[in-house]
């Protein structure tokens, strides 16, 4: 039983383009959604995080929207580099307890 | 500062064989956890840790076992290697283990079993 759907599974974009990554979760009491950003060969780590009492959060050229409503949110990457070619984890919390991962998307950018 | 620290990085197995993937953090987090991750599947929780001597099952425990003597270490053993167990295992950490903290990954151990 999956609680966190991400799509899409993998995505070619262009450089200077916009990456779309999207995720949906089932569990309304969610209260916490990361993003972690893996390289090849590394570990993932922690790139940017929402709570669901904003509909939006920005860190540079990576923005979260959050859809309350439609229990789904997503991580937009604007002006896409070749650098930000990595896979990416969307994931869900509630409260105390523990990360719960979606599938990942393998985003390959082209120069 | 090292972070998170695994060893091997790289290792092959044949069906039965044990083995013990290591891992060590020098950040004084109380929580240690090892995911596997798998084509498809995503991170999936194996077993954690919220301080030395306490450990937990997480989402797909079976054929692993771990143990925690102290704060910094966190191994993780496969008694009975099996070809299922083909993945790559991180290990994660955090301050308190709760779920709105940020998890500082390894760099992984990549293991085949055939």
């Known amino acids: 039983q999956q609680q966190v759907k991400q799509s899409p599974q993998s995505l070619i974009v262009q450089k200077g383009g916009i990456s779309i990554i999207n995720c949906a979760y089932e569990?309304?009491?969610?209260?916490?959604f990361p993003w972690y950003q893996q390289f090849p060969g590394k570990g993932p780590a922690l790139l940017i995080a929402?709570?669901?009492?904003?509909s939006e959060k920005k860190e540079g050229r990576f923005t979260i929207s959050f859809n309350k409503s439609a229990k789904q949110f997503s991580l937009h990457i604007m002006d896409s580099q070749p650098g930000d070619s990595a896979t990416y984890f969307c994931?869900?919390?509630?409260?105390?307890?523990?990360?719960?991962f979606g599938t990942g998307t393998r985003l390959q950018v082209f120069p | 500062n090292a972070g998170v620290t695994q060893t091997p990085k790289f290792q092959v197995l044949k069906t039965g064989q044990s083995m013990t993937l290591q891992c060590a953090q020098d950040?004084?987090?109380?929580?240690m956890s090892w995911y596997r991750q798998d084509p498809g599947m995503g991170l999936r929780l194996i077993h954690y840790?919220?301080?030395?001597?306490?450990?937990d099952q997480g989402e797909v425990p079976n054929g692993y076992n771990v143990s925690r003597s102290t704060t910094e270490d966190f191994p993780l053993r496969l008694l009975s290697a099996a070809p299922s167990q083909t993945s790559v295992y991180f290990c994660?950490?955090?301050?308190?283990?709760?779920?709105?903290?940020?998890?500082?990954f390894g760099s992984g151990t990549q293991l085949s079993v055939l």
């Open positions: 569990n309304t009491a969610f209260d916490y």
């Open positions: 950040m004084n987090h109380e929580y």
């Open positions: 840790s919220v301080g030395a001597g306490i450990t």
């Open positions: 994660a950490s955090s301050y308190l283990g709760r779920g709105n903290e940020k998890l500082f």
């Open positions: 929402i709570r669901p009492d904003v």
């Open positions: 994931a869900a919390s509630m409260g105390t307890d523990k990360l719960i």
